[in-house]
């Protein structure tokens, strides 16, 4: 009897399931799109009724249409964003929206708690470098803010314990990755910071269990979950892992050098590290590397492929109608249109901080622009200006981890700047590194699902699955004749961002 997994990204602007089989090759998957709410500008909400939905509708589809009997998937695990934030009460449903990870609403926080608690102290406990991204200055104002939902909270969940639940669950359980993404973690013992928690007034025994064991099964498929999802009644949920965690183990990032960058929503670049050490600069996220006894060390974009879709939802009216008409990707017309301009993007710059800098840049106050236009620019120059700007915040990224000694060799690309190989192609030659593509891009839905097969047995270890799993299809070298116009763009880039921190930022 065949056996299968399915992974389930519940990522950021949208939801992908897939169905795989055991060596990683996807058999079908369904993707839908759905929306943040921006109630005042710099807050970022999702409501219960706009993300599970989906969830469940998609995990049906993906599975109707492998032709697979449901009884032969042996197990589900999910990816999930973090830290997305939701009160849960008593009843176990939402007492208000989740708060998203790109909210900036915590950003006066970060004084008080740095006075209150100091910044080293902060990293040292979890890695973290205090800032917006994080949990804690959201969780202080959700204290602050709204102190009748605080008091009826009975558990301060983060998406993955919420979405575990939904689908069968038993109890609340979170993951290592997710739990260190809030920065409510010691992950230097792999549990929750009493410290950090008693400076927010959380109670331990309001949060979800730790699990430390890669897929911990932690429940069932019931009737009900059965009849939305199209999984059969008791299929294993295995506890999966933070999206980008999920990424980097679908990428094959098991051992100590192993890197991963992943350009979805968010973006990053990973590298596998054996002890948790800190950035001198204290720049870079140290978490650990869920189930696999090591660590990982990276910076991020807030808005790293998502400034795409921004470009293609904002300016690309006519390319989403030509391609419904063409029946193709939109992006595909875009990326057609980039082609025809030379590295450099014609002389403009752009900065994708469309909610704020992140990663060495970390900066709540920094917005997007576009600087360097004349009245001959073209809109295929500024469509490439957009692609070339999200790779310079990876080459920053790059950059800050050899200031802190982190060696980076060959790259593994995920996520959806992996579908395109003009994208491939202009990331290995602004970072200057080769890049691979694996043959799946979609490695956060492959990462959950191996954490599910490790979980109930299928992989004798998350090594394993990986070795079975995990093929590099393509590699892109860097072509060095780009080299001289890449190098001028991004010093462009660092000094539009230096000029409009200190007089606009």
Known sequence: MAQYLVGIDAGTTGCKVVVFDLNGNPVAS??????????????????????????????????????????????????????????VGEDGNLLRPFVGWQDLRGEPYIKQISDDFGRKRFYDITGDPLGTTFAITKWAWLRDHEPENWAKTAIFASEQEYVLRQFGG????TDLSSASREGMADVNHFTWSQEVHDLIGIPLDKRAKISTVPGQVVGEVTPEVAAKSGLAVGTKVCVGAHDQNCSTFGGGAVHAGDTVMVMGTFGSCFVVIDEPVRDPNAVLVVKPNHGMGNWTIEAFSNTSASSFRWYRDTFGEAEIAAAKLANDDPYNLITRQVA??????????????????????????????????????????????VLEGICFEMRDILRAQAAAGIDVGTIRLTGGAAKSPLWAQMLADICEHPIQ?????????????????????????????????????????????TAP?????????????????SRVF
């Open 30 to 87: 369904d993707y839908r799109e759905y929306g943040c709410l921006y109630p005042q500008p710099g807050w970022v909400e999702q409501t219960h009724e706009e993300i599970i939905p989906p969830l469940f509708e998609s995990c049906k589809a993906a599975v109707t249409k492998s032709g697979v009997d449901p009884k032969d998937i042996a197990a589900i695990a999910i990816s999930t964003q973090a830290p997305l934030l939701g009160l």
């Open 170 to 173: 038993q109890d609340w359980w």
């Open 340 to 385: 025809e301009v030379a590295p450099g993007a014609d002389g403009i710059t752009f900065l994708p901080y469309l909610q704020g800098a992140a990663g060495p840049r970390a900066n709540a106050n920094a917005r997007a622009a576009f600087v360097g236009m004349s009245l001959g620019t073209s809109k295929a120059a500024m469509a490439r200006s």
């Open 437 to 481: 593509l694996l043959q799946t891009s979609e490695t956060g839905c492959l990462g959950a699902a191996l954490y599910a097969g490790v979980g109930v047995g299928l992989y004798d270890s998350p090594e394993a699955a990986v070795e079975q799993a995990v093929a590099v299809t393509t590699t892109f070298e860097p072509d060095e004749a």
């Open 485 to 501: 116009a890449y190098a001028a763009a991004f010093d462009r880039y660092v000094n539009v961002y230096e000029g409009l921190h």
